[in-house]
């Protein structure tokens, strides 16, 4: 039964139904006793619903998320880096000592690209009582490296593992103790938690013959913990959601954000379908790329994405070992809403302010014969051709830097004659002039010989 869920509108009877068969029908493929789901979309939780032995509420029952987990240790590490304490190209060492990897730095633990092996030394760690950090460094020396620092892709838990304890040594507290008041407290999230609290579901493995259920055990993973332990709800990964979409004061800005979504490594067998930025995976669908994570721990699948152009998210929990397509499942769920409720665009509103520095480049300019249009939107000066936008820039101090593209970074110089009127445009050595190959322009300075 769907849910009534919170102050927004919630979605239409017949998407709810379509969104209830989309998750029913992966709970009787993938042979799941229970999924839950929830949809956000404008920062409300709009549709949430389970199918299957759900033990309770669907949108308050509690399933271990996994290494949903390493996004907020790694939006605690960028709360260290904004503040000053620590610099991504810091290394290991530089807080730790002289542990294994410890020449390998914060940015390439954060993007999966430290070469460092996936898994750490020992019994299964995500099935065995948890080690002390001690314990832990002095079981992996940094011998067992599969690849060299920075060559590509290779996921990696333990790196996680050390992430938690740099967030440990530099605060002074543990890395669940930071998880709780710098993240879960300003965000509101109380029914995240280290282990299960309330009602929960109990993960399970399922025989791939027989179909029975056998219980998976909730063991406290230790040092490991920041790599996979915490367990949530649907309702608060769905306000999780909406801070990854929209940033909060207390915790990390918009801007820290979208820092951490540029792609920073990826495998070539992934080709342009998947990569990964500082903490987050990103995978190719819904308006473009969802960014996110999945998680899986014994007896439990979890997964959480945003879709930041739609300014939807997608949160799905099964208890069981395998049998839900995390990745697949997120995006189903995420194109069911936008096929039955279209996403409305921001509505345009006339520009106000126009600055008067950016006035007279407003315009038809040709690079060479090719005819290119600026116009101010918003607060930007955007540069169309053929109707397609193919640069952005901003006013910083003064200067038009770009802000997306081939011109990001780049400045956009504004060359006056001596009247103050417009006489070309300078992108990075690429002359733009009112008229095609204006022969008062530098290079071609007119039509080219030849």
Same mark, same amino acid.
């Given at each position: ?29 993938g ?20 199918? $299957? ?5 669907? %949108? ?6 996994g290494s949903?987990?390493?996004t907020?240790?790694a939006?605690l ?35 999966? /690209?430290?070469?460092?092996? %996936?898994?750490? /030394?020992?019994?299964?760690? =995500? ?8 314990? *832990? ?6 011998? !067992?490296?599969? +690849?060299?620092? @920075? ?7 333990? &790196?996680?593992?050390? *992430?938690?304890?740099?967030v440990?040594? *530099? ?5 669940? %103790?930071?998880?709780?008041?710098r993240?879960l ?20 493995s399922?025989n ?6 056998? !219980? ?13 332990q ?13 801070f990854l979409?929209? $940033? ?9 954000? =979208?820092? &951490?979504?540029?792609?920073?490594? @990826? ?25 996110g ?28 070992m ?16 936008? &096929? ?12 106000? @302010? ?8 407003l $315009?038809?300019w ?11 939107e918003?607060? =930007? *000066? #955007? ?14 101090? @003064?200067? +038009?830097?770009?802000t997306?593209?081939?011109?990001l970074? =780049? ?10 009127? #417009?006489n070309?445009?300078? +992108? &990075? ?11 008062? %322009? ?9």
């Amino acid at each position: 039964m769907t849910l009534p869920v919170g102050p927004a509108s919630p979605v239409e009877p017949l998407t709810a139904r379509r969104l209830l068969a989309t998750i029913a029908r992966t709970q009787v493929s993938g042979r799941v006793p229970s999924i839950v789901a929830g949809l956000v979309r404008d920062g409300d939780l709009v549709w949430c619903d389970g199918f $299957g032995e759900v033990p309770g509420d669907p %949108a308050d029952t509690q399933y271990k998320i996994g290494s949903i987990t390493k996004t907020l240790t790694a939006v605690l590490i960028l709360q260290l880096v904004d503040e000053g304490a620590l610099a991504l190209e810091d290394t290991v060492g530089s807080v730790l000592g002289d542990i294994g990897y410890a020449d390998r730095t914060i940015r390439s633990l954060l993007a999966h /690209n430290s070469g460092m092996q %996936a898994e750490p /030394n020992g019994s299964w760690w =995500e099935r065995s009582p948890g080690l002390t950090f001690d314990d *832990l460094a002095a079981a992996n020396d940094g011998s !067992d490296a599969v +690849l060299p620092a @920075g060559e590509q892709f290779h996921y990696t838990n333990l &790196a996680y593992g050390l *992430l938690g304890e740099i967030v440990a040594r *530099l605060r002074g507290d543990t890395w669940w %103790a930071n998880v709780q008041t710098r993240i879960l407290t300003p965000l509101g999230m109380p029914r995240t938690s280290y282990q299960a609290e309330g009602v929960h579901a109990q993960g399970t493995s399922i025989n791939s013959f027989s179909g029975e259920a056998t !219980d998976e055990p909730h063991p406290d993973t230790g040092a490991m913990a920041p790599a996979g332990q915490l367990w949530s709800t649907v309702t608060d990964l769905a306000t999780y959601c909406t801070f990854l979409l929209n $940033g909060h004061p207390e915790v990390l800005s918009r801007e820290w954000l =979208e820092t &951490a979504y540029i792609p920073q490594s @990826g495998a070539l067998s992934s080709g342009l379908a998947s990569g990964h930025g500082l903490g987050f995976q990103m995978h190719r669908g819904g308006s473009g790329t969802l960014v996110g994570h999945t998680g899986s721990m014994p007896g439990f699948v979890a997964t959480c994405f945003v879709d930041r152009l739609r300014r939807t998210g997608v949160v799905a929990f099964a208890n069981a070992m395998t049998g839900l397509p995390a990745t697949g499942l997120a995006t189903a769920l995420l194109e069911e809403l936008e &096929a039955s409720e279209p996403t409305l665009p921001t509505p345009w509103r006339p520009s106000t @302010g126009v600055p008067d520095s950016v006035r007279d480049v407003l $315009g038809v300019w040709h690079w060479g014969p090719t005819m290119f249009v600026f116009s101010w939107e918003g607060d =930007e *000066l #955007v540069v169309r051709k053929d109707g397609v936008v193919g640069y952005r820039y901003r006013l910083r101090d @003064g200067e +038009l830097v770009g802000t997306a593209g081939y011109q990001l970074g =780049e400045t956009l110089r504004v060359v006056r004659n001596d009247d103050g009127s #417009v006489n070309h445009l300078n +992108l &990075a050595t690429f002359i733009f002039t009112r008229a095609p190959y204006d022969p008062q %322009a530098p290079i071609p300075g007119g039509l080219p010989q030849g």
